[in-house]
């Protein structure tokens, strides 16, 4: 891990790099909108649905091996299951900040993860559940019309990673029996969303594409493109004003890492370096081994100064975290752990500051009067 | 929790071409053909800090610019005479009664040293008295005051508005009430006067007062829950049902409504769009304006850049019109029918029925930021 004199020293790079001129482009002429165009084309047909359909296929090879689990319970099947959980969360932790589109219709990304849950509303459901086990939520297309908050990855994370219930799994008693079927349900619908979730984006992403004066929802490519921009820009500020700031609470003594996401299966952290990724792809148009560095927004930036200055600023956040253990309560058990996470809060507010003023400016994409000004 | 917006999937006019709406609004309809002979007002801003408040013709074209000391914010329009009042944006200091056709400036309102004003105005139907809400800061508490037109504007009255951060208010149909929003935000001079104080306890509300003696009539607030949800603007039909748009201060991601709708002596019923449109809102309602017909209303997100449409009736979503930082809107004589103003220039006559945006066609509008809110006055 980093210390914080290291990445304070990157900011006051960048800081020159703004005294040296190279600030941003919105005093410069208008970008034209096909440079838009190819951008949008590039991110959303090339670099997205390849990883929808590793999304999908991950979600059926979590349903798969949960049915395994469950016609032989034993602790090597429950294993694989924690572990193919794992690998689902993994690629949807990196497509969960592209909050636009099918993503976010009939409410699919809140079906696929309920959280933050401010109510505790999923806990007090899942006693109920247990208390009653209705046969229905055993069945995936009964359990889809479900409470969100009973149907996605929370739901069964507490399924596999309680030690309680992954005891009556595997002694396969009444609950045992109940929880797994009902796990291998949740399962299958994960899978139906993400198949649902693969077969809307084309149509979503030729509409983005086709952005025109004809279009009444995007009425220029630049306009498409400020979704990405917000995608973005907001999905590091759920990082920092959810992900991270729930579980640092106020203070060190207010400080719970039961508040930060997926903490029972111990990948809190482990979800933000994915969100990362899938957040940095928008700005590189490179995710993984998908697409070419250099053909997302910033392509739109045409000093490669300060290009280079963003990617090693954001490297060197998402090495930070990277390195840090994959769980809040891990990271706390360690002697500096609070003050650790409240520094990842710090540089990830910092990478959102380049953005708005970097990547904002540059691509064009961060302005508007009433947007950023309105009363 | 079942998810809630589910059951708002009621429309094919996103990504369709036309929206379902009533047969009886379809029919009324009127044809595109009839030329708008109305002026649109509003108040606007050049490049350089430099702030106006402008007018233009049904086809963009720009009448006058008259020079404001500060960023303007709405305009209020005293019925059947000359004056408008332009109130400064919040934390407001001047105001200025100009007149209509030519921006020329009729006299100067001058906020108290412990207040300050709000944006908003309205004027009592005989064009009397002129209403401004106001920031009582030292207090935490809202005010309505009271300008007497007919002598020289002298502030005559000031009246609770019945809680913190008003903002715009509106006339009831009666003529003899007011509906104020107060947003529920604390603010203060000596803090910026804009950055809010008070979210964690914010408590906004809808009041209803007697424009002559101040008397709280109605009030009415959200659940709990969604206090954080700033109760900014409204607009009022004939039959006194009121719209009203919310700014939310709490998470982007949480699914809260961004839309009210309020019959005064019931509870505020919060209404919603369909998930993928409820998102591009982004948690910021702008401008609300019912149409000529008090049929359907509108309302502008600027941050999401889209005006959403909706049914006054069965207050269910219509349909939404791209609008890049969007916000201005004024009704036009045609149902269903509205203009808007962005914050990039541009002006745009948006049909909700046909789901339809045309550029207005004069360029000169385009020279200039437009502010919030837009006014049309009849000629």
Not at chain 1, 210 to 217: R, T, Y
Not at chain 1, 260 to 267: C, F, G, I, P, V
Not at chain 2, 193 to 220: F, H, V, W
Request: aromatic share 8%.
């Amino acid at each position: 891990m980093f210390s914080k004199s290291s990445w304070r020293s990157i900011l006051l790079s960048t800081a020159a790099l703004l005294t040296l001129g190279i600030t941003s482009q919105s005093a410069h002429a208008d970008i034209p909108d096909e440079n838009y165009q190819t951008i949008l084309s590039h991110l959303l047909t090339s670099v997205v649905p390849p990883k929808l359909d590793a999304f999908h296929t991950a979600t059926n090879d979590l349903a798969e091996t949960m049915d395994d689990f469950c016609s032989d319970p034993d602790q090597s099947e429950l294993k694989d299951a924690q572990t193919a959980f794992h690998e689902a969360m993994d690629i949807w932790q990196e497509l969960q900040p592209w909050r636009m589109g099918p993503m976010v219709a009939n409410g699919r990304d809140q079906h696929i993860e309920y959280w933050p849950d401010k109510h505790g509303t999923a806990a007090r459901q899942f006693r109920k559940l247990m208390f009653d086990k209705p046969a229905a939520y055993t069945d995936p297309e009964k359990l889809a019309g479900a409470s969100a908050a009973l149907q996605g990855f929370p739901a069964l994370e507490e399924v596999l990673f309680d030690d309680k219930h992954a005891e009556q799994m595997v002694a396969a008693n009444e609950d045992g029996i109940f929880l797994c079927q009902y796990g291998a349900a949740i399962a299958i619908n994960l899978g139906t969303l993400s198949g649902e979730l693969q077969a809307d984006w084309p149509e979503f992403a030729k509409a983005m594409r086709n952005a025109g004066p004809e279009s009444m929802d995007y009425p220029t490519a630049k306009f498409a493109a400020t979704d990405l921009y917000r995608a973005l820009h907001e999905g590091l500020l759920i990082i920092s004003s959810q992900k991270l700031a729930r579980p640092l609470g106020d203070n060190a003594q207010g400080a719970r890492a039961s508040r930060a996401e997926s903490e029972l299966s111990e990948r809190s952290l482990r979800n933000i370096e994915h969100n990362l990724i899938g957040l940095f792809a928008i700005y590189d148009g490179k995710w993984g081994d998908v697409g070419q560095e250099g053909t997302g927004l910033a392509a739109l930036i045409d000093s490669s100064l300060l290009d280079r200055s963003f990617r090693l600023n954001w490297k060197t956040v998402s090495d930070a975290v990277a390195d840090l253990p994959p769980s809040v309560s891990e990271l706390y058990a360690q002697p500096d752990g609070y003050a650790a996470l409240a520094g990842i809060k710090e540089q990830i507010d910092f990478l959102t500051t380049l953005v708005e003023n970097d990547v904002g400016g540059n691509t064009q994409l961060g302005g508007g009067f009433n947007a950023l000004d309105g009363d | 929790m079942k998810h809630q917006r589910r059951g708002f999937l009621k429309l094919i006019g996103v990504g369709g071409a036309l929206t379902l709406l009533p047969t009886s609004i379809t029919r009324a309809a009127s044809p595109p053909a009839i030329e708008d002979r109305a002026v649109y007002i509003a108040a606007s801003a050049g490049n350089n800090g430099d702030y106006y408040v402008s007018a233009f013709n049904a086809s963009g074209g720009i009448l006058y610019e008259q020079p404001l000391p500060g960023r303007g914010h709405d305009i209020g329009l005293r019925p059947n005479h000359v004056d408008v009042a332009a109130v400064e944006r919040r934390p407001g200091l001047y105001g200025l009664i100009l007149d209509r056709h030519t921006g020329n400036v009729r006299a100067k309102l001058h906020c108290p040293e412990n207040r300050r004003f709000y944006g908003h105005a309205v004027y009592s139907h005989d064009g009397r008295y002129l209403y401004i809400t106001e920031n009582d800061f030292d207090q935490a508490r809202g005010v309505v005051s009271v300008w007497d037109a007919q002598d020289g504007y002298r502030r005559v009255a000031e009246f609770n508005s019945y809680g913190t951060g008003p903002h715009e208010l509106h006339l009831m149909p009666d003529g003899e009430h007011l509906v104020i929003a107060n947003g529920g935000l604390h603010t203060h001079p000596d803090q910026d006067g804009r950055t809010p104080l008070n979210i964690s306890s914010m408590e906004p509300n809808l009041s209803i007062i007697d424009r002559r003696t101040g008397k709280l009539i109605y009030q009415a607030a959200l659940k709990h829950d969604w206090h954080k949800l700033s109760i900014r603007h409204l607009d009022v039909t004939a039959n006194g049902m009121i719209a009203a748009g919310f700014q939310y201060q709490g998470d982007i991601t949480d699914q809260v409504p961004l839309v009210g709708i309020w019959h005064p002596g019931g509870d505020i019923r919060p209404i919603e769009a369909p998930d993928t449109v409820q998102v591009r809102m982004r948690q910021y309602c702008g401008s609300v304006r019912f149409d000529t017909s008090g049929q359907v209303f509108a309302i502008s997100c600027p941050r999401g850049g889209l005006v959403t449409f909706w049914d006054a009736q069965s207050n269910d979503f219509l349909t939404h019109i791209a609008a890049p930082d969007g916000c201005g809107l004024a009704a036009t004589n045609r149902t269903g029918e509205f203009v808007g103003t962005s914050g990039l220039g541009n002006s745009w006559r948006m049909d909700a029925i046909r789901r339809k945006r045309v550029e207005l066609p004069d360029d000169s509008h385009k020279s200039l930021q437009w502010d919030n809110h837009l006014r049309r006055m009849n000629t």
